[in-house]
Every structure is written in structure tokens, then in C-alpha cells.
């Protein structure tokens, strides 16, 4: 499955859309958003894909993995949510 292909399929599903999916700009090391949001099939269905991105940071396109990126901000909104205290 090429990347393009599950950008289309990330973009054109009408059932209950997640949050946007947000990657690491390797260059500024700043969180950027993918321009893609999703449901949890086409999730599931592109798991293991990567997808080339047009950086709003950089201006660079950057292969991301989709798997990578989901865990990434699963992670960041938890901590949002359950703040570690430092010290």
C-alpha cells in the first residue's frame, strides 16, 4: 500500500474522526500537525505505512510513520492530562 493511497483513505472517511495526527519536525525537533485526521479502521488499515508530509515548520517534506506518530501524541495528550511531577 503507498503512501498516497492511505493519505486518501486517512482524508476520505466519514466515520467518527480521532484528533489530527501531529509528527516531530526532525529539523526544528517542534511539534507540527500532519494535516491528516482519522478514524480508528483507517487507522488500524495503515498502521505500519509511512507518509511523505509537507512541513508547516521547515517547508521540508518528511517521511513520517503513521504508528510512531499516533503513539507520540497518544502519549503527549496523556501527560496533559496526568501531569508528572518534577523533583
Known amino acids: 500500500m503507498g503512501g498516497d493511497s492511505v493519505r486518501s483513505r486517512l482524508f476520505n472517511r466519514w466515520s467518527h474522526a480521532m484528533r489530527p495526527l501531529l509528527f516531530t ?3 526544528t525537533k517542534q511539534q507540527a500537525p500532519a494535516g491528516i485526521e482519522t478514524d480508528f479502521e483507517t487507522l488500524r488499515a495503515a498502521w ?3 507518509l511523505k508530509v509537507s512541513c508547516p515548520l ?3 517534506v518528511h517521511n513520517i510513520s503513521v504508528r510512531e506518530t499516533y503513539i ?4 503527549n ?7 508528572v511531577p518534577l523533583g
Open 48 to 50: 505500519s505505512e509511512t
Open 72 to 75: 507520540y501524541g497518544a502519549l
Open 58 to 60: 521547515c517547508g521540508g
Open 25 to 27: 519536525c526532525p529539523k
Open 77 to 83: 495528550d496523556a501527560l496533559d492530562r496526568h501531569p
